[in-house]
């Protein structure tokens, strides 16, 4: 307490830190700094966040990346050479197309899947399951009963059936992978809703004569935000793993694109003798989802580090 | 009257985040086969002292002494196998809440005859047999049906009195109490303390009663330690509570309500900083 | 006494009934998406089953035998029927119904499930208590990364990997496939589970021969489960080790060992069977993309299969098999569920 008193001007860590906080900006920004504290702390976490950002990179600039062309081959002097070659880092494929390259510019496609499926699925599982556990009653029944339906599916399967019927295509993957991805987002977001909803500062709002729909929007999604974004994250690493299954059965992104699923099928038929050309995308895929495996266990551990068991 | 227990400056820390925590902060005592009642509030290290003398400080704090011994042995350089065989048949220790110290998927039965094929060579037939007397003997009416109910089948003061034959069918001679009815209703709370007291009696056994509630200690035990902050501040025979002279020990007692007394304002219990030095 | 019997007898029907509900409506649902699939995301359904080439008036009648001149709803009441009765429509690509085909692939992927489970199960736990009782020691940490590289990694790439590595170039394993074809005509299965039954009419060297071939993908697909099972294993029984009840057990004198094993785990494996239910559930729809790389006769590649051809009765006739297969798990894991637990026991 003496300690407030003193003119003594503050560093900016302990402004951070402070327990007494002036401002909501205050307040917000020393609970980031704590949990980036929690999280960096974690070094296979920080590993995850290179990673991606890492992908982010190539991803961005992947054009002035490849060495070469990631859709037109030189049939002639590069069909199948190995790792190593000179101008051909990781070999290249039976269209004499530089691995490398097509993994740099397939990174894109992934990013975009992942990125696509985020933002449909999150929203849409959010504003269910938030409205479900808000409002209660028959329609918290009705939408957790069509969510549980869902979650009962085999995800897979069903997207399988989807692009089935819509047509393979990387869009349609996309939708297939976001249909099936949404159940888990709204269960979080009406557990969550749940555990506001009777407190007292959501009576406050409410009394001061706030509509549902602001309570819902402005003070209940917020309030399910950190475990969202933990879930989501560590969901992209099984909705990477899906849309490469989907491009390996030829359902996904169409050749000649350079999608790592479909590489990885592609290659499958050199596997014994040409063996990088399957494994080579294999790789980046493994890499790509640890990475966000790591990254979200390390949200996980600092957004609640009663969950953590550390 | 030989020493049943001595402990000697007996410490425990707790490494945090912030730092080393110092839970108990040299606490020494002996013990007869008498009845010592420990009293403190709640993070006063009265249950880590129980915990320590059991062996049964967490893994990741520390517990040390300058002596531990029971019965001429010196715990603190036994062997992890020696303390193990100790508890349970010479040492033995009840909990606070049987809703949560009773293992929920194992019957009650079992769970007894758990501690005394453990600790003795017995026949299932006997076991189950010395497991059904324990359980009448803890006043429990029907053993036989308690004997296969589950520990959510039973209510509170029978799942501690499930408890407290679970840890006394060994025959300990050293029983520590942890707020052995603090999670009980009150009606329930002076059973449970009778059957323990005619036990510790008919048994003689030695008890250490660990309660943050100074008026149950004074009325079952022979002397109470009072313990502030990991010390302790104040030993007394339970008869002379009333001379307690230390003023934590008399705000203590102050805040007993006295019939007929006036109650306004109610008393605050005092803290300073130097006792805890 | 009477009164809180049959006030219990009566909570027990309402639990039963209010269950059936929702299996029931989960089951109808699974039967609305895949109708929704197949005969509404379609243009013209006649035409992915018959293809655009088929005559006029082949098309004509073909759409009248799916009753597709019939209002939505009717048509869905009619799939419905069919689904529940088992007729999921002819299969294009075998010309047989597609109840048959399923029912002659599924042994092959439930027992590789079953295998892969098995092995996942019977490792994961033990790792996953490991890592538990030694938590925040090296062995915790092998045992995270086994996990989350179980997590990361593509199914059908490993698969191409390891049948590399263990058929091709180190030849331990038979190659992809579930029998040799020596066998394929002296063995005849009964109960379609190929262990078992070479078990059952004691022909070592077929069982041999099995196994060889199945242990590779089961392998794979015990690795996923192990993933997942060693991990939440870990996560239960961290839980388990802070409660009371392990004081009072260490306090009554107990082994570590008897700690871990008879209290710890045995209050764990209440969640723990849903989990394994769930991985096994899991391993039905890992299978879909194990199978297409080691050529296993089951549902997986049946549908893959059917998928590359466009045969989408068959298609929605897997998704619907194994939609039910997961829901039946779903009701198992919850039963056995309630039988583990003394404390939501039907009594």
């Not at chain 1, 307490?1 to 007494?20: K, Q, V």
Request: aromatic content about 8%; hydrophobic content about 50%; proline content about 5%.
């Amino acid at each position: 307490m003496s300690l407030a008193t003193e003119t003594r001007p503050m560093t900016r860590r302990e402004w951070l830190l402070s327990d007494r906080p002036q401002s909501r900006l205050q307040a917000r920004l020393g609970r980031a700094y704590m949990t980036w504290r929690r999280f960096s702390a974690n070094r296979l976490a920080v590993l995850g966040l290179l990673i991606l950002l890492g992908l982010v990179f190539v991803a961005a600039f992947a054009d002035l990346l490849a060495p070469h062309s990631p859709v037109i081959g030189n049939l002639a002097s590069a069909r199948l050479l190995p790792p190593g070659s000179e101008g051909y880092l990781l070999g290249a494929d039976d269209q004499g197309r530089d691995i490398l390259s097509r993994l740099i510019h397939g990174s894109r496609l992934t990013l975009a899947v992942v990125v696509l499926v985020a933002i449909i699925a999150a929203p849409v599982g959010l504003i269910v399951g938030a409205v479900a556990g808000y409002a209660g009653g028959w329609i918290d029944a009705i939408l957790m009963r069509i969510t549980d339906i869902f979650l009962a599916f085999p995800k897979l399967v069903l997207a399988l059936a989807f692009v089935a019927a819509l047509g393979p295509g990387i869009e349609n993957a996309v939708i297939a992978i976001a249909i099936t991805s949404w159940p888990p987002y709204a269960r979080i977001a009406r557990a969550e809703t749940l555990t506001v909803r009777n407190s007292d500062y959501i009576a406050a709002v409410r009394l001061m004569g706030a509509s549902p729909a602001r309570i819902v929007f402005r003070h209940v999604i917020p309030m399910c935000m950190s475990s969202l974004i933990v879930r989501v994250t560590l969901d992209m690493a099984g909705i990477i793993l899906t849309a490469a299954g989907l491009g390996f059965l030829g359902l996904g992104a169409q050749p000649p694109l350079p999608e790592w699923g479909a590489m990885i099928a592609s290659g499958r038929r050199f596997i014994l003798d040409q063996w990088w050309v399957a494994t080579m995308p294999g790789i980046a895929i493994l890499i790509v989802s640890l990475g966000f495996n790591l990254l979200g266990d390390g949200l996980r551990d600092a957004f609640d580090p009663r969950e953590s068991g550390q | 009257m030989s020493a049943l227990l001595t402990v000697e400056d007996l410490r425990v820390r707790f490494p945090t985040r912030t730092g080393v925590v110092e839970a108990v902060r040299g606490v020494s005592f002996t013990l007869g086969r008498e009845r010592l009642g420990i009293v403190g509030e709640s993070g006063s290290g009265k249950s880590q002292t129980g915990r320590a003398i059991m062996g049964l400080t967490p893994p990741h704090a520390d517990a040390s002494a300058k002596q531990l011994a029971f019965d001429g042995i010196d715990l603190i350089s036994a062997p992890p196998k020696l303390r193990r065989d100790l508890r349970g048949k010479r040492i033995a220790m009840i909990l606070q809440d049987p809703k949560y110290s009773l293992n929920p998927v194992m019957s009650i039965g079992r769970q007894i005859v758990e501690t005394l094929r453990r600790h003795e060579r017995v026949s299932r037939a006997e076991a189950r047999e010395r497991a059904l007397d324990m359980l009448a003997a803890v006043q429990i009416r029907d053993p036989a049906r308690v004997f296969d109910l589950y520990p959510h089948e039973v209510s509170g003061g029978m799942g501690q009195r499930a408890m407290i034959a679970m840890m006394l069918v060994a025959g300990p001679e050293l029983l520590i109490a942890d707020e052995p009815t603090s999670a009980l209703d009150v009606t329930v709370q002076l059973e449970v303390l009778s059957i323990l007291d005619k036990l510790v009696a008919e048994r003689g056994m030695g008890l250490i009663f660990v309660s943050h509630d100074l008026r149950l200690v004074s009325s079952f035990c022979d002397r109470v330690l009072v313990m502030y902050a990991g010390r302790i501040v104040e030993e007394i025979a339970a008869s002379e509570l009333a001379n307690a002279r230390h003023p934590y020990t008399q705000g203590l007692l102050n805040c007993m309500p006295v019939i007929g007394a006036d109650r306004h304002p109610l008393p605050v219990l005092d803290r300073k900083p130097e006792w805890a030095l | 006494m009477n009164g809180r019997r049959r006030a219990r007898s009566r909570k027990a029907v309402a639990a039963a009934l209010q269950f059936l509900v929702v299996v029931a409506t989960t089951y109808l649902g699974l039967l609305a998406v895949t109708f929704f699939i197949g005969r509404v995301i379609p243009i013209d359904p006649v035409l992915a089953v018959l293809g655009d080439r088929a005559p006029a008036h082949v098309v004509e009648r073909t759409r009248e035998a799916m009753g597709l001149n019939l209002p939505l709803y009717q048509q869905f009441v009619i799939y419905c029927r069919q689904a529940l009765s088992g007729d999921f429509g002819i299969s294009v690509l075998t010309t047989n119904p597609v109840m048959t085909d399923i029912r002659r692939v599924f042994p092959a992927t439930m027992e590789l499930a079953t295998v892969g489970t098995l092995i996942g199960a019977l490792i994961g736990v033990p790792l996953g208590v490991l890592a538990a009782v030694k938590r925040g020691s090296i062995a915790d940490q092998i045992v995270r990364v086994i996990g989350l590289v179980g997590y990361s990694v593509p199914i059908f790439w490993l698969a191409l990997l390891a049948l590399l590595v263990f058929y091709a170039r180190l030849k331990w394993v038979a190659y992809p496939g579930r029998i040799d074809i020596v066998y394929e005509y002296t063995f005849s299965p009964i109960t379609g589970f190929y262990l078992v039954d070479a078990l059952w009419q004691r022909q070592w060297d077929v069982l041999r021969d099995v196994f060889r071939h199945i242990i590779l993908p089961a392998s794979l697909l015990g690795y996923f489960s192990l993933a997942y099972i060693s991990r939440m294993t870990r996560s239960f029984m961290l839980n388990e080790l802070q409660q009371e009840y392990i004081v009072a057990a260490r306090a009554k004198g107990l082994s570590e060992a008897r700690i871990i094993w008879a209290h710890a785990l045995r209050n764990a494996a209440v969640p723990l069977v849903t989990v394994i239910a769930l991985s096994y559930a899991g391993l039905l729809e890992g299978s879909v993309l194990t199978e297409t790389v080691f050529s296993w006769p089951g549902l997986g590649l049946y549908i893959t299969n059917s998928l590359q051809n466009a045969d989408m009765n068959a298609v929605l006739g897997g998704t619907i098999i194994i939609g039910s297969v997961f829901i039946g798990i779903n009701l198992l894991s919850d039963l056995l569920y309630r039988t583990l637990d003394p404390r939501t026991r039907a009594r």
